[in-house]
C-alpha cells in the first residue's frame, strides 16, 4: 500500500478542523488552517518544478510556516534535509555538499548567506523564501498571517510513494564524529508516530511543548495541540527558565520535549521561586543522562499524577527504551550513585535490545556477533521497524553501523551498556570514549556519577591521554556555578574530597589527575552531550604529573 507521512495532517484536519493545531508567540492555525497552508506551499512548490526524490534544504527558522512547509514539502513527495544550523559553517557545507539539494526553502536571510558561498549551493537551481526581501529569482511562499488575512481554501492531492521510498534526510549533530544523514522513509515516520503514541499518550486530548522544532511535526501528525516556545532551539541550555514555565502555564502544556539541560534550569527555576507547572503530566528528555535528582525535582513541579520519560535512541534509532521517573526506587538510584550506569527501561513494544561483544569494524551478519548474557557489559545494538536504512552516500559508516538479521536490521548505537535482570537496559557511556588503561577500561558515565555527587560540581567528564591500551584516566570538573574560591586552599581542598569521594569505589580510585574547566564544550542539539573528544585534545596539553593531586601521605 503506498504511503506518506502528510497524510496525516490531511487526517487530522479531517477530524479536528477547528482545534488549535500550532501557536507561535501570538498566532495559531487550527488542523485545517495548516492543512490548507500546506496546500498552498505544496502547489507553489510542485508548481516550480519539485516533485517526488527531489532532495530540498530546509533551513525555515520555527515556527507557523516551518511546520506549514515541512509538511508541504512531504505532500510533494520531494524529500526535505534537516540540518541543525548551530553545527558552523564548515561543516554544514559538508552536508550540503554530500547531499546535493536540486532545491532551497528558508527564510530570506538564509537566502542572503547562500550568495557569499555559491560552490556549496552549485546543486540547487530552485528556490523558495517564507518571507519577503529575498534575493532576485527566489519565489516567494506568503506567511502565514498573510495566508490568514488573505482567507480562502486550496486543495492538494497529496503524493503517495512506496513505504520505503526516501522521504527525508536527518543529520545527526556530529557529537562523536562527522554529522551524518540519516536516511528515513515513511514507513519508519510512521512507526515513530505509532510508538509515540502509544508509549508516551500523545494524541489529541494533549497539549505539546516541543523544544526540539522537528517534533512539532509528530504533533501535528498526531492531532496533538502544540505550542512552540520562543527559544534558540540550538541552545537550550541557555533558553529563560521563566519563559518556558509561563509558555506551559498559559497554554496550559501537558506534554513536552526537551533538552535535560532545559528542564534542569526550569526544575531549579521553579524551586527557587516557588512555582509549579501543574498541567504538565508528561515531561520527555533525551540526549544525555538524566540523573535521579533531575527526575524529581521535576516531578516535584508537575502535576501530582505526572510522570518524567527517557526516550533512549539515536537519530538513527528512536524511541528504543523507555525509562520512567515513576519507576526510580531506592535500588535503582543506589546503583546509579554506586557508578553502574543509567537505568534506560526496558525496551519498547516491538523493539529488541541485545548486548554484543564490542568489533571494531562491520558485522556483515547478525550470526557473526557474540551475544552475551544478562549483566555482562558490551556494545549496545537495537532491532525495529524504525531502525533507519543507511547512511546518506556513506556506505562505509553504513557498513559499520548496521547489522542484517533474519528479523530485519539492526543498529548498533555506538554505546556501551548490559541487561539487568528485571530486563532493563543500563548506559554506562559511548563506546568511543572508554578509557583503557594498563588495569582495565573505564567507563566514563560510571566513573563520573561518583564524583557528580560532590554539591560544588556541575558535572565532570573522563577522559583518557596517552596511547591507548594504557591510556592515563584524567578527570576533568566543572564547578557548579555557585563555587567560587578565592584562594588555592579552597581548591585544593576540593580536590581532595573529590579524591576522597573516588577512593571509596575500586574503579574510581585510579583516577588522580584532575583538571578545571569553566563550561564544558557540548553539542548543540541537546546542549547536554559532552564533547569529550575536544576534552581528551585539551588535557593532553598538561603536564600530568603537575595534574596528580594524590594527597602526599598516601
Same mark, same amino acid.
Not at 533551513?59 to 510533494?76: D, H, R
Not at 512506496?162 to 557529537?175: K, M, N, Q, R
Given at each position: 500500500m503506498k504511503k506518506n507521512i502528510a497524510?496525516?495532517?490531511?487526517? #487530522?484536519?479531517?477530524?479536528?478542523?477547528?482545534?488549535?493545531?500550532?501557536?507561535?508567540?501570538? #498566532? #495559531?492555525?487550527? %488542523?485545517?488552517?495548516?492543512d490548507t497552508l500546506s496546500n498552498l506551499y505544496a502547489c507553489g512548490i510542485r508548481d516550480s518544478g519539485v516533485g517526488p526524490g527531489v532532495k530540498t534544504l530546509m533551513?525555515?527558522?520555527?515556527?507557523?510556516? %516551518?511546520?506549514?512547509?515541512? %509538511?508541504?514539502?512531504?505532500?510533494?513527495g520531494a524529500v526535505p534535509i534537516f540540518i541543525d544550523p548551530g553545527m558552523g559553517i564548515a561543516n554544514l557545507a559538508n552536508c550540503v555538499g554530500k547531499t546535493e539539494p536540486?532545491?532551497?526553502?528558508?527564510?530570506?536571510?538564509?537566502?542572503?548567506?547562500?550568495l557569499f558561498f555559491p560552490r556549496t549551493f552549485k546543486s540547487v537551481n530552485k528556490f523558495f523564501s517564507v518571507g519577503k526581501v529575498a534575493p532576485p529569482g527566489v519565489k516567494y511562499l506568503p506567511t502565514a498571517a498573510e495566508f490568514k488575512k488573505n482567507g480562502g481554501g486550496i486543495d492538494f492531492e497529496t503524493v503517495?510513494?512506496?513505504?520505503?521510498?526516501?522521504?527525508?534526510?536527518? %543529520?545527526?549533530?556530529? #557529537?562523536?564524529?562527522?554529522?551524518?544523514?540519516?536516511?528515513?522513509?515513511?514507513?519508519?515516520y510512521l512507526e515513530q508516530t505509532r510508538i509515540i503514541k502509544e508509549v508516551y499518550g500523545a494524541g489529541p486530548n494533549e497539549i505539546d511543548m516541543p523544544a526540539f522544532p522537528l517534533f512539532a511535526l509528530f504533533s501535528a501528525a498526531l492531532g496533538m495541540p502544540c505550542v512552540i516556545p520562543d527559544i534558540n532551539p540550538s541552545l537550550p541550555a541557555k533558553a529563560d527558565?521563566?519563559?518556558?514555565?509561563?509558555?506551559?502555564n498559559r497554554h496550559s502544556v501537558s506534554f513536552s520535549f526537551a533538552s535535560p539541560a532545559l528542564w534542569r534550569n526550569v526544575a531549579k527555576y521553579c524551586a527557587e521561586n516557588d512555582l509549579r507547572i501543574p498541567t504538565l503530566k508528561r515531561a520527555l528528555m533525551a540526549g544525555a543522562p538524566a540523573p535521579p535528582e533531575l527526575?524529581?525535582?521535576l516531578l516535584a513541579t508537575m502535576a501530582e499524577d505526572g510522570d518524567t520519560f527517557v526516550p533512549y535512541g539515536a537519530t538513527e534509532a528512536l524511541p528504543a527504551t523507555t525509562f520512567r521517573g515513576s519507576e526510580l526506587d531506592d535500588e535503582t538510584?543506589?546503583?546509579?550513585?554506586?557508578?553502574r550506569g543509567y537505568c534506560l527501561g526496558a525496551p519498547n513494544p516491538g523493539v529488541s535490545v541485545d548486548i554484543i561483544k564490542p568489533v571494531d569494524g562491520p558485522i556483515p551478519d547478525w550470526s557473526e556477533a557474540e551475544v552475551l548474557p544478562v549483566g555482562e557489559v558490551g556494545e549496545i545494538v537495537v532491532g525495529a521497524p524504525f531502525v533507519t536504512p543507511e547512511y546518506h552516500n556513506l556506505p562505509e559508516f553504513t557498513a559499520d553501523a548496521k547489522i542484517p538479521s533474519p528479523d530485519g536490521l539492526r543498529h548498533r548505537m555506538g554505546d556501551m551498556g548490559f541487561i539487568d535482570d528485571k530486563g532493563r537496559l543500563w548506559f554506562l557511556g559511548r563506546k568511543a570514549h572508554r578509557v583503557t588503561t594498563a588495569d582495565g577500561v573505564l567507563y566514563p558515565v560510571c566513573c563520573e556519577a561518583v564524583f557528580n555527587a560532590h554539591p560544588n560540581v556541575a558535572r565532570t567528564a573522563l577522559v583518557g591521554v596517552g596511547k591507548p591500551g594504557s591510556r592515563i584516566p584524567v578527570l576533568i570538573v566543572e564547578p557548579a556555578p555557585a563555587f567560587a574560591p578565592t584562594?588555592?586552599?579552597?581548591?585544593?581542598?576540593?580536590?581532595?574530597e573529590l579524591l576522597d569521594l573516588g577512593a571509596a569505589k575500586d574503579f574510581t580510585s585510579r583516577i588522580s589527575r584532575i583538571l578545571f574547566m569553566p563550561e564544558f564544550p557540548v553539542d548543540i542539539r541537546h546542549n547536554a552531550k559532552i564533547f569529550r573528544e575536544k576534552l581528551a585534545v585539551w588535557a593532553a596539553k598538561f603536564d600530568l604529573d603537575k595534574a596528580n593531586y594524590r594527597k602526599k601521605t598516601e
Open positions: 497524510t496525516l495532517l490531511n487526517e #487530522s484536519a479531517a477530524q479536528w478542523p477547528d482545534m488549535k493545531a500550532v501557536t507561535f508567540r501570538n #498566532s #495559531s492555525l487550527t %488542523f485545517a488552517e495548516l533551513t525555515v527558522t520555527p515556527g507557523l510556516e %516551518f511546520v506549514a512547509v515541512v %509538511f508541504a514539502v512531504f505532500k510533494t536540486e532545491a532551497m526553502v528558508g527564510v530570506p536571510k538564509a537566502h542572503w548567506f547562500r503517495l510513494l512506496d513505504p520505503d521510498d526516501l522521504a527525508a534526510i536527518v %543529520f545527526t549533530t556530529g #557529537s562523536t564524529g562527522p554529522p551524518k544523514g540519516v536516511v528515513y522513509t515513511h514507513r519508519i527558565p521563566k519563559l518556558i514555565v509561563d509558555t506551559i527526575h524529581k525535582a538510584e543506589r546503583d546509579i550513585a554506586d557508578g584562594t588555592q586552599t579552597e581548591m585544593d581542598a576540593l580536590v581532595e
